[in-house]
């Protein structure tokens, strides 16, 4: 487990994030990530949900279709 800190910046609070999960996770200052409220907590996370929710749905779609979006892309 790793721990971070949160530090007051201006009127505002930052987490600092050791350089090494950055690296792993390919993040890096001024990129967007996600908070995410759970029951245990806080999840901080760089795959907008909403995004994620729409793949999955685009998935199952594909799967369904894939004859047909064969065809289209012969187009």
């Known amino acids: 487990m790793i721990s971070i800190t949160l ?3 201006g009127g505002s609070v ?7 999960v950055l ?16 029951p245990d907590g806080i999840l901080l996370t760089a795959t907008d949900p909403a995004t994620k929710a729409a793949m999955v749905a685009y998935e199952e779609v594909a799967r369904e279709n894939r ?5 289209l892309a012969k187009l």
């Not at 930052?14 to 090494?20: D, V």
């Not at 690296?23 to 967007?32: G, K, M, S, V």
């Open 23 to 38: 690296q792993r996770q390919h993040l890096a200052a001024n990129d967007e990530v996600f908070v995410i409220e759970t």
């Open 67 to 71: 004859a047909a979006l064969a065809a």
């Open 7 to 9: 530090k007051k910046i």
């Open 14 to 20: 930052g987490a600092i994030i050791p350089k090494e």
